[in-house]
């Protein structure tokens, strides 16, 4: 990770201090209501590291990944079940797109890979049993959006390394939101920190997710 950050050229260096900015940024502003400086930072997060592996010729469904998340982001900036179905689609098609280019570029299913393997599925198997009999109308893509994680956890666990432990702080961000959505009251003291954990986890999953696979 060190050599790729130190070959950064003016550009890229650019891109990676927008993304960091608009990680700031959307933290400092989380707890306070909807805006458009607000929505555009937690854009800008992520957003901004497709451009960084676009520009840095990294796989196409790098930038197609990050640049749904981006969009899923932006939807998620904002309240009401629209958002949050918006947000689950493009997040959806994220992980679908995250665990076709892991399953591509590792070396597949391997002996080494099985307990990775197992704790992917049991971890699907429990969010998906909690969260799918939360989730009343929202079931089923609910239900849709766990298999697709499950199937980026897969991939992950195949290429190991700094992307697995992007994809585990993805995933365990995923879990708290999921938490946050269908299972904690909503005056639950658990509030005060669940919100900034999961951007926290998420933003680090995403940022070694693109420096592993561009490294």
């Known amino acids: ?50 451009g960084l592996a676009l520009q840095a010729g990294g796989p196409m469904l790098l930038v197609l990944a990050l640049a749904l998340s ?15 179905l918006g947000g689950l689609g493009s997040f959806l098609a994220a992980h679908i797109a995250y665990a076709v280019l892991f399953f591509s570029s590792g070396p597949g299913m391997t002996a080494a890979a099985l307990p990775g393997l197992m704790a992917v599925v049991v971890f699907a198997i429990a969010m998906g049993s909690l969260m799918v009999r939360r ?27 700094m992307v697995l432990s992007g994809v585990a702080l993805f995933m365990a961000s995923d879990a ?27 933003y680090a999953g995403q940022l070694l997710i693109t420096l592993g696979l561009l490294a």
């Open 70 to 84: 981006a969009l899923g982001d932006a939807f998620l900036a904002h309240e009401g079940d629209g958002a949050f």
């Open 1 to 50: 990770m060190t050599g790729f950050l130190d070959t950064l050229d003016p550009a890229a260096a650019a891109l990676s201090a927008i993304s960091v900015l608009g990680f700031g940024i959307y933290l400092l502003l989380l707890n306070r209501s909807t805006s458009l400086i607000r929505t555009i930072a937690k854009t800008v997060a992520v957003g901004a590291l497709a």
């Open 176 to 202: 708290i939101l999921g938490s946050e959505k269908f299972l904690m009251a909503g005056t639950s003291p658990l509030r005060r920190i669940s919100g900034p954990a999961v951007w926290l986890l998420y």
């Open 135 to 161: 989730a009343g109308p929202l079931a089923l893509p609910v239900a849709a959006y766990v298999l697709a994680i499950a199937g980026m956890g897969l991939g992950g666990v195949t290429l190991g390394g």
